[in-house]
């Protein structure tokens, strides 16, 4: 029954982020995007006790962020993809690390203390439907780029076998960015 309802719960993500994404229209409303990496990593508190895992969040001061295509949905579709793939990928007692950064673009990255990715799969790893592990849909890295590319940004992954893997998802800032 847990695994069923497990996958029942992956289906109905990667149905929404597919959804989500079809559905995308440019945002321009600002939105918190603190509180949507908070809420989307507050989802690992159960799994992070439970193997042991460190969590360092590294946020800056709440404020208002406005990126051309971004919506809060969207963010918190691309968080909670990278997120959960760090949980795949990192060991009982590893680490996750994720950071907001503002200084310029708008930052938000995610690395964990996995075994990385040899250059096969990381060349692969942001194709639709491409995972080296077993059980999963594959498509968590796909989504995130391609929002990424709607809003003129980019992601970037650095992985090496035996290290930490980094995935880090850049957008540019639109004007109206503020502190609340």
């Known amino acids: ?17 597919l959804g989500s994404l079809a559905g995308a229209t440019d945002a321009e409303e600002p ?3 603190v509180a949507v990496v908070e809420e ?21 001061e709440t404020q208002p962020f406005m990126v051309a295509g971004l919506s809060s949905g969207l963010l918190a579709l691309a968080a909670r993809h990278l997120l959960a793939n760090a949980l ?3 060991p009982d007692g590893g680490r996750i690390g994720v950071a907001l950064e503002t200084d310029v673009d708008f930052r938000l990255s995610v690395s964990d203390s996995g075994a990385g990715m040899d250059a096969e799969v990381q060349v692969r790893a942001t194709e639709p439907f491409f995972s080296p592990k077993p059980g999963c849909s594959g498509i968590g890295l ?13 992601m970037i992954l650095d992985s090496k076998p035996g290290r930490d893997t980094r ?3 850049t957008f540019p800032c639109a ?5 609340g």
Do not use: H, K, M, Y
């Not at 796909?142 to 980019?154: D, F, H, K, P, Q």
């Open 40 to 60: 989307a990593t507050a989802t690992l508190a159960a799994a992070v006790r439970r193997r042991r895992i460190e969590l360092d969040v590294r946020l800056p």
């Open 88 to 90: 795949e990928a990192c």
């Open 175 to 179: 004007g109206g960015t503020g502190s």
């Open 31 to 33: 939105f918190d995007a």
């Open 1 to 17: 029954l847990e695994v069923a309802l497990a996958e029942t719960s992956r289906l109905a993500t990667l149905i929404d982020g």
């Open 142 to 154: 796909s989504l995130v780029g391609e929002i990424a590319r709607r809003c003129g940004g980019e």
């Open 167 to 169: 995935v880090a998802v």
